[in-house]
T-cell receptor, first 115, second 115 residues
Framework: DAGVIQSPRHEVTEMGQEVTLRCKPI?????LFWYRQTMMRGLELLIY????????DSGMPEDRFSAKMPNASFSTLKIQPSEPRDSAVYFCASRRGQGQDGELFFGEGSRLTVL | GESVGLHLPTLSVQEGDNSIINCAYSNSASDYFIWYKQESGKGPQFIID?????DKRQGQRVTVLLNKTVKHLSLQIAATQPGDSAVYFCADRPIFSGGYNKLIFGAGTRLAVHP
């Protein structure tokens, strides 16, 4: 299995620009999670989907952030407009099943730098 | 709100020694706990998990202990190796997350293994 695939691995952009991060979950996994990691705040859950439906987006910082999951094999996290404080590593994770124990499988992350 | 924190930000051990990484959680309603390891530049990787109806679980070279009375979780690594050097995160799953495995991560402890 290829694992969770994220792109881009690194992105440097200027304040005000739109940023789109992409994620391909592991085939057969029906839950998908977006996390943000910073030195100050650690790993924060932004949003998670189950069967392509957003379940909880209470962790999304503000309206500049949006996430979609148009199908079972693809999700995007968009920041528009981006700000320097959005600089972080963004992780996507997926798992199989619902209401069950078991690990989340994380991607390698997308490191975002907003100048 | 709930939070999961760690007592020690950095732990240094000698190769071959046993390591103990501690974690305090605040949400007494959490029913599931999990440890992740994160190497530099990579996404978190699952190590071991434990349900709240257990107080100990063993894996290969790792043991997780759960003390619900004082809301404390620990990860023990036997015969620590240089490859164990990483940041270790504990996470809990609040019952109110509806079983969607909404994990709340702690700040992390860095384990440094010296030869």
């Amino acid at each position: 299995d290829a694992g969770v695939i994220q792109s881009p691995r690194h992105e440097v952009t200027e304040m005000g620009q739109e940023v789109t991060l992409r994620c391909k979950p592991i085939s057969g996994h029906n839950s998908l999670f977006w996390y943000r990691q910073t030195m100050m705040r650690g790993l924060e859950l932004l949003i998670y989907f189950n069967n392509n439906v957003p379940i909880d987006d209470s962790g999304m910082p503000e309206d500049r952030f949006s996430a979609k999951m148009p199908n079972a094999s693809f999700s995007t996290l968009k920041i528009q407009p981006s700000e320097p404080r959005d600089s972080a590593v963004y992780f996507c994770a997926s798992r199989r099943g619902q209401g069950q124990d078991g690990e989340l499988f994380f991607g390698e992350g997308s490191r975002l730098t907003v100048l | 709100g709930e939070s999961v924190g760690l007592h020690l930000p950095t732990l240094s051990v000698q190769e071959g020694d046993n390591s103990i990484i501690n974690c305090a959680y605040s949400n007494s309603a959490s029913d599931y706990f999990i440890w992740y390891k994160q190497e530099s530049g990579k996404g978190p990787q699952f190590i071991i998990d434990i349900r709240s109806n257990m107080d100990k679980r063993q894996g290969q070279r790792v043991t997780v202990l759960l003390n619900k009375t004082v809301k404390h979780l620990s990860l023990q690594i036997a015969a620590t190796q240089p490859g164990d050097s990483a940041v270790y995160f504990c996470a809990d799953r609040p019952i109110f997350s509806g079983g969607y495995n909404k994990l709340i991560f702690g700040a992390g402890t860095r384990l440094a293994v010296h030869p």
